[in-house]
């Protein structure tokens, strides 16, 4: 049943992967969607793509999610109601230990995956609030359940990302809005590309041998989260691909 065509949502970070195919298989519902990322062209491109295919009405809105005031002028420029904020814009930034990691890929990792986050939340909320309607999703990870080493800063991130989601659905307790959580593992997109500084070649070898999870995997989830019926709130699911058991424990072929 489809409980979804006609309704709006922001994705952010949608110009790859996991955002781009949830905005994606959004708009095959019918839902109108409103698409963010940094990368204008990008944006402009998806955007094409999406209303082409699907005649759904299509925004895009190119700012760093880093910058609380551009993010507010995101939402100050908005024409109509949010239903569905999918708060999934977020990267890693190396894997160097605590005692040798630089303060800068500390600061963009927490920038982006927790104050970003944090920002939309802060100016979507209280129109939903006023509704008493709407349903935001934020896209953890596997790392926000398990630290690893090499991911002192990401892991840290991913775990307030869980608080956030968790302390989020209990200020909003009593409302009709909802709140939840997505936590991947292993999934193939641009993000190892990005946390090896472009290199493509150390990039592949993250998945080298093994059947990692895609974008489509953990889109297809958060349309699952979104299309349950009103009084049905999923707090969080956790998804590996069947080769990965924990952060570390990754199945690989010779
Ligand atoms: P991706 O392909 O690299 O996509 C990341 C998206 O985030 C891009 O659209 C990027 O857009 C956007 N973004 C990054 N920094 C931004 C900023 N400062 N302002 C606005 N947008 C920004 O990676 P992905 O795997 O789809 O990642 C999506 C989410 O899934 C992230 O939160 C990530 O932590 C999480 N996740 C990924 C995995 C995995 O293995 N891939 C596992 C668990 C969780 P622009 O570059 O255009 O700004």
Not at 120 to 133: D, E, F, G, T, V
Request: hydrophobic share 40%; charged share 25%.
């Amino acid at each position: 049943m489809n409980r979804l065509k006609g309704k709006t949502a922001i994705i952010t970070g949608a110009t790859a992967g996991i955002g781009m195919k949830t905005a994606e298989l959004l708009a095959a519902e019918g839902v109108n969607v409103i698409l963010t990322g940094r990368r204008k062209a990008r944006l402009e491109e998806i955007a094409e793509t999406i209303r082409n295919k699907y005649g759904v009405e299509v925004e895009t809105a190119a700012f760093d999610i880093q910058d609380s005031k551009a993010c507010e002028s995101f939402v100050e420029s908005l024409k109509g109601s949010v239903d569905i904020l999918v708060n999934n814009a977020g990267l890693a930034k190396g894997t160097d230990p605590v005692f040798d990691a630089s303060f800068d890929d500390w600061d963009t990792m927490i920038d982006t995956n927790v104050k970003g986050l944090l920002y939309l939340s802060r100016l979507i909320s209280p129109l939903m609030k006023k509704r008493n309607a709407g349903h935001i999703i934020n896209v953890g990870s596997t790392a926000g359940h398990e630290s690893y080493a090499g991911g002192v800063v990401y892991s840290a991130t991913k775990h307030a990302v869980k608080a956030i989601t968790e302390s989020t659905k209990k200020d909003l307790h009593g409302t009709n809005v909802r709140v939840s959580m997505v936590s991947p593992g292993l999934v193939e997109t641009e993000f190892s590309e990005v946390r090896f500084y472009g290199d493509k070649e150390k990039a592949a070898k993250v998945y080298k041998g093994m059947k990692p999870l895609v974008a489509q995997d953990i889109a297809e989830i958060i349309v699952f989260i979104a299309n349950r019926p009103d009084h049905v709130n999923i707090m969080d699911t956790i998804i590996y691909p069947v080769s990965q058991s924990s952060a570390t424990m990754v199945h690989r072929d010779e």
